[in-house]
């Protein structure tokens, strides 16, 4: 089973910024938090990622809470090209990756 | 091109018949994963290979689905005698080699194969 809860769609007008929620609170210290996407009838693609930081990238942002069972992913500026399923992961050593559902996150213009 | 490379892109067979999926990683990636993908569904684990180690084979549905990893790079999903239920989009990802302790590696996916199953 995976070990991620997200809610299951959200919506965001185009320009403004999405909060994407992930809660994982059965985290292990080793784990490392991982954000995919994916776009309609493509494999998913790598977001970001962090252990304890809170991380930046060019595509978005990643809001660690500090007990690490949870997390955010942030968009600044949502466009319609963000519309996609957005999973987060717990990603152990050695171990195999299990996806939830993910959030199907839709762009209102 | 260093992606993934999943061939062929699309596939049709006939219920009954055998088929065999390949995934090329990137090279140097030890860790190698399938996935398949129902129609408007999740991703579902299918198997898990990491370096010489024994593969994680739990999330293989049945025993007509087996895969190998030869040389511990290319990849072979099969699936012996398909059935209609089969019909999916199958996806390989690989990952770079964890050297013991606290891993950050990246999963990259392939483009995933079409399976349609008549």
């Known amino acids: 089973d995976a070990k991620t809860t997200q809610p299951n769609s959200m919506e965001s007008n185009e320009e403004e910024p999405v909060h994407l929620p992930c809660n994982h609170s059965?985290?292990?210290?080793?784990?490392?938090i991982h954000w995919y996407r994916q776009l309609p009838s493509q494999g998913p693609e790598y977001v970001i990622h962090?252990?304890?930081s809170n991380v930046n990238n060019r595509m978005a942002s990643l809001a660690i809470a500090e007990d690490r069972k949870s997390s955010t992913l942030i968009l600044h500026r949502a466009t319609l090209r963000d519309a996609a399923v957005y999973y987060c992961?717990?990603?152990?050593?050695?171990?195999?990756?299990?996806f939830g559902p993910g959030t199907s996150l839709s762009v209102i213009p | 091109g260093a992606g993934v490379s999943q061939s062929p892109s699309n596939k049709v067979t006939e219920k009954g018949k055998d088929v065999e999926l390949r995934c090329d990683p990137i090279?140097?990636?030890?860790?190698l994963y399938w996935y398949r993908q129902s129609l408007g569904q999740g991703l579902e684990f299918l198997i898990y290979?990491?370096?010489?180690?024994?593969?994680?084979k739990s999330g293989l549905p049945s025993d007509r689905f087996s895969a190998e990893r030869t040389g511990g790079s290319v990849s072979t999903l099969t699936i012996q005698r398909t059935q209609q239920e089969d019909s999916a989009v199958y996806l390989c990802?690989?990952?770079?080699?964890?050297?013991?302790?606290?891993?950050?590696?990246?999963?990259?996916f392939g483009s995933g194969t079409q399976l349609s199953v008549l």
């Open positions: 992961i717990l990603k152990t050593s050695y171990d195999k990756v299990i």
């Open positions: 990802a690989s990952s770079t080699s964890t050297t013991g302790g606290w891993t950050n590696e990246k999963l990259f």
């Open positions: 962090g252990l304890t």
């Open positions: 059965t985290i292990s210290g080793t784990d490392y």
């Open positions: 090279s140097g990636h030890t860790a």
């Open positions: 290979f990491q370096g010489n180690s024994a593969p994680d």
